[in-house]
């Protein structure tokens, strides 16, 4: 191929992937298969790796992810992006109604549409190019995920057709679909992983991610439902949804025209119904005002706009029948009650248990096993009690009172202060204790070992791991015992056993489960102590003096290396020789803060913990307070003057930013 023929081919490879995402993404059309678009997309990886010089900004290729970045940038929206009104009740639209008509004269049309449960999002586009996506944030400014937002294949990279202006933005709702949800958390589940409670967190949780090719795997979608911009040909919403489809927008087709509160209500009657059958979430209806002129004339309050408001649908209720009580045991040791429910119809599914969060709960329910209780759907996977009905109590129905002992090892539960959850405090013997801290264990982030909960729980079952130092003398004749192992799997299982002993420090910290010790926590702890001995003698007050750490996070230290139990393990995991101190890369970075220790503070042109990083580079540690042994306070913008004071005091240097980089440009 001539060059002109490579950038055909790269132009005709691109429309037509585009074409068949639109197709499918947006008007759930295929018109081909899967092969065939995998075929397409393959040939034009292909293409844009060898002649990068005519890759295209709208590139289906765009939307795998690229680098991990490290945070998100702040951005101050354009427009401040509001938040609307709630109203509960049909008195309450009839007032927004009202307000409207005090205001305005003539005719009013009004827009209905769903209130999409998921999280808002603003999308730049210049000349039709996608060019920033920025979340809500305060409604001033938010996170730049354009990167992310870039992976949902409904939203257009580049715009299809017709007259758009030059430069506008598109506001709304990144869900993620029913199905792709269910979907999604079943893998999780399978792989050991924490499930979402519910499509939204999934959603918000997916677009806050910092590795755009994770986020590319994970079934988002996106509706839009509000243009912004300053020279916009629109005379009223309607217009502006139906000539956003036109662009290339996903449009739902739901929204309707209406002249009254009695419309208004019959939308929302219906939707009531028919939300359950929708395959994403709703949780409401929004009216809006749909000529521009008379949403101008209306304006805005200092949260919301006055010509647009939502209506919350009731979280639905059903009655049920107490049937028993279980208590599940979780990786912690805390005990959740659940309740056993006769099967009822809510909410689109068939709902058989409903949780009880903890003892107080029960006890302020007063509940009794046959009563018959109003069971709701809230925003968690297994809906709520919140009400017993008295009248219906039989006179001979138990009360139910909490277990004293713990259902998986018969050791007494414990409470301690300031806890809502009962504790099994028999850490080393009750199965799903030792089950999930081995699952945590080998988790992604920390040790990363190819083992998911199911074989977890088989080589638990089987007796061959007890501990987490029991999975580094599993053998070949033990692995190939359990169901679904052939050889290649064994030995991959091995293998990933092996190379987990290269995990750094940091991660071998947070994978030992200590209470409160999580990934942050545990990056600080080991980059100040460098290895297990020294943070293992370390004191109350020493732990103290690390940045972040305080005294909850020092006890829970202090009575983890005064178990004997730990120490064993500790021990044996040395001897298989995983990484118990930390590597420090001395050729980049010369030791020129060796042993020095400084206190950050205030605001700087760089982020605090990017400084932080720099000084540890160098050799230096970080501290929270200012104490006679800080040998430098770097001092930024805004510092609170105690911290000041505190250092003047203790003749403690004080450095400037640019001083901290002469010294470690020196
Ligand atoms: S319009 C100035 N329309 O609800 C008006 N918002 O509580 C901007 N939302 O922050 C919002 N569906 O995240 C609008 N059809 C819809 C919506 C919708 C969901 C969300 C949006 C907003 C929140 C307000």
Redesign the pocket.
């Known amino acids: 191929m001539d060059q002109k023929e490579i950038v055909q081919r790269i132009d005709f490879l691109i429309n037509e992937l585009n074409k068949h995402n639109h197709n499918y993404y947006n008007l759930s059309k295929s018109l081909i298969s899967d092969y065939e678009f995998d075929s397409l997309l393959l040939e034009l990886q292909g293409l844009e790796k060898m002649y990068p010089q005519f890759a295209h900004i709208d590139s289906p290729t765009q939307r795998v992810g690229g680098d991990i970045q490290k945070s998100f940038t702040t951005v101050k929206h354009r427009y401040r992006m509001?938040?609307?009104g709630n109203t509960y009740s049909k008195e309450d639209l009839q007032d927004f109604d009202q307000r409207v008509r005090k205001e305005i004269e003539g005719n009013i049309e009004y827009i209905c549409?769903?209130?999409?449960d998921g999280?808002?999002i603003g999308i730049q586009y210049q000349n039709g190019i996608m060019t920033q996506a920025v979340t809500?944030g305060d409604g001033s400014q938010g996170d730049d995920v354009t990167a992310n937002v870039k992976t949902i294949r409904s939203i257009p990279l580049k715009l299809r057709e017709g007259d758009y202006p030059a430069d506008f933005e598109i506001?709304g709702?990144i869900i993620m679909t029913r199905s792709g949800f269910a979907k999604f958390n079943e893998k999780r589940k399978k792989l050991g992983k924490q499930e979402f409670a519910n499509p939204r967190n999934a959603a918000s949780g997916s677009i806050k991610m910092l590795d755009a090719k994770e986020v590319s795997k994970r079934p988002l979608d996106a509706y839009l439902?509000?243009v912004v911009g300053d020279d916009l040909d629109f005379t009223n919403h309607y217009q502006s949804l139906e000539t956003a489809r036109q662009w290339g927008f996903k449009v739902s087709d739901t929204a309707r025209k209406v002249n009254s509160v009695e419309q208004i209500f019959d939308y929302i009657n219906y939707w009531d119904k028919a939300r359950n059958e929708l395959d994403f979430e709703i949780d409401g209806i929004?009216i809006k005002v749909n000529n521009f002129a008379q949403q101008k004339q209306l304006g805005f309050t200092a949260k919301?706009?006055r010509w647009?408001i939502?209506y919350k649908f009731k979280a639905e209720q059903v009655v049920a029948e107490l049937l028993s009580i279980d208590y599940q045991v979780g990786r912690t040791g805390a005990v959740t009650p659940v309740a056993n429910l006769s099967p009822v119809q809510l909410a689109g599914t068939t709902v058989k248990r409903a949780s009880l969060h903890n003892a107080d709960v029960i006890k302020s329910l007063d509940l009794h096993i046959g009563d018959f209780v109003k069971v709701e759907k809230g925003g968690e996977i297994i809906p709520k009690i919140i009400a017993v009905d008295l009248s219906k109590r039989k006179d001979n129905a138990e009360e139910v009172s909490f277990l004293t002992n713990c259902p998986e090892c018969n050791t007494e539960l414990v409470r301690e202060e300031g806890e809502a959850a009962y504790y099994c405090p028999n850490v080393y013997q009750c199965p799903p204790q030792i089950k999930g801290n081995i699952e945590h264990f080998v988790g992604r982030k920390t040790m990363d070992i190819n083992m998911g909960e199911a074989t977890v729980s088989a080589l638990f079952d089987k007796g061959f791991v007890n501990s987490v130092a029991d999975i580094y003398s599993l053998g070949a004749e033990q692995l190939i015992q359990l169901e679904g192992f052939k050889q290649k799997s064994v030995s991959n299982l091995l293998i990933s056993i092996e190379k987990s002993k290269d995990i750094p420090f940091e991660k071998v910290l947070f994978a030992l489960g200590i209470r409160y010790v999580g990934e942050t926590v545990a990056r600080k702890l080991a980059q100040y102590f460098e290895n297990i001995e020294l943070l293992k003698s370390a004191t109350y007050m020493e732990l103290l003096m690390v940045d972040d750490i305080g005294e909850r996070i020092a006890e829970s230290l202090i009575s983890y290396f005064l178990d004997a139990k730990n120490i064993e393990i500790l021990e044996r995991l040395q001897n298989y020789n995983l990484n118990f101190e930390i590597i420090r890369d001395n050729e980049t970075f010369p030791k020129l803060l060796q042993n020095k220790t400084f206190v950050v503070s205030g605001k700087f042109t760089q982020s605090r913990d990017d400084i932080k990083q720099m000084i540890m580079n160098f050799g230096g540690k970080n501290v929270s307070s200012i104490s006679s042994k800080t040998d430098y306070l770097l001092a930024g913008d805004k510092m609170g003057p105690a911290k000041l004071k505190k250092a003047e005091k203790l003749n403690i240097t004080i450095i400037s930013e640019d001083d901290f980089y002469k010294m470690i440009n020196n």
């Open positions: 509001l938040s609307l549409e769903l209130k999409y999280l808002a809500r506001r709702e439902y509000y929004v919301s706009p647009a939502s």
